[in-house]
C-alpha cells in the first residue's frame, strides 16, 4: 500500500473488512482498521457547527442551521441531567423525548420542555429484569411523530448497535441528524451497523471521548468516541476539503482532568 493517501489505504480495508466471509475470524485490528475506513468524517458546505449541550461530556456538535422546522428531539440515555436535549428544546420550543429505564430520575430544563420514559431504546419491544425495551421505529410512532422532523441523540453504553441494526433504513433516511456516541470497535455487526448509518448520512464530526483512552484499542485512540451524522438529503459536500475533514475546534476533551486522545492528524 506504499505510495496510497490514507483515504486510500482506509477505503481499501474497508472493502477488505467488508468482503470477509460471515464464518470468518477476523482479527480485532483487521475489524478496527475496516471500521475506521467507514469513520471519515467530511465537511459540508450547507453546515454551521454548534456544540448542542455541555461544554465537556454530554455536549454534542450538531448543524445547527439545518435544523429548521424542527418538530421534536429524541434523547436516548439521559440519567439525572441532559444538557443536550435541554438545549435543543430552548432553542427550537420543542418537546424532547427522553427515554431512560435504568435510571428514573427526571431531568429538568428552565425554558425547554422534557417528556420522560420511563423505557430504553432496544431492538425490539420487550421486557428484561423488570426494565421495558423497545424499538426507535415502535417509540417514534407511538409518539405519532411518524414522518415528522426529528433530531435524535444516542448514547446508551453500547446497546446502540443492536437498535441500529434492527432500524428500519426508511426510518434512518427520514432523519436529517443523528448525534450519538458509540462505543467499542471489534465486532462484525458494528462494521454492519456503519456501513449502513454511512448508505443515508455523511460523517460530519467524529472526536473520541477521553475517558476511554486506550492503546489497546490501537488503531481507533480510544473506544467511545462521538459522532455526527447528517441525512444525505440535506447535506452537500465541501470538495474543497480533504476527506478526513479537520476535527473542528467545537469539540473538548469529555473530562478536563485526563489526557485527550484524537486520531493523529485530524486536529486542527
Known sequence: ??????FAVVT??????????????????QLRQAMLAELQPVALKNCTLKRFGSANDGGYLMCENLLDNLDAGYSYGVGRNDDWGCAVSRQYQVPVHQYDCFDPARPVCDGGTFVFHNECLG?????????????????????????RQLVVKIDIEGAEWDALEAAPDELLASIPQLAMELHGSDER???????????HFYLVNLHFNNWSCSPDEAPF????????WVNKRIAEIDPSVAVPAPMSPLNAPDTATRPDCQ??????
Open 263 to 268: 486520531l493523529e492528524g485530524q486536529t486542527r
Open 189 to 199: 455487526r458494528m462494521l454492519a451497523v456503519l456501513q449502513k448509518l454511512n448508505r
Open 12 to 29: 481499501l480495508l474497508a472493502a477488505m473488512g467488508a468482503a470477509l466471509p460471515a464464518g470468518c475470524n477476523a482479527s480485532r485490528s
Open 221 to 228: 485512540p480510544a473506544w467511545a468516541y462521538q459522532v455526527l
Open 123 to 147: 431492538p425490539r419491544a420487550e421486557e428484561k429484569q423488570s426494565r421495558v425495551f423497545d424499538s426507535l421505529e415502535n417509540q417514534i410512532r407511538s409518539n405519532g411523530h411518524a414522518g
Open 1 to 6: 500500500m506504499k505510495g496510497l493517501s490514507r
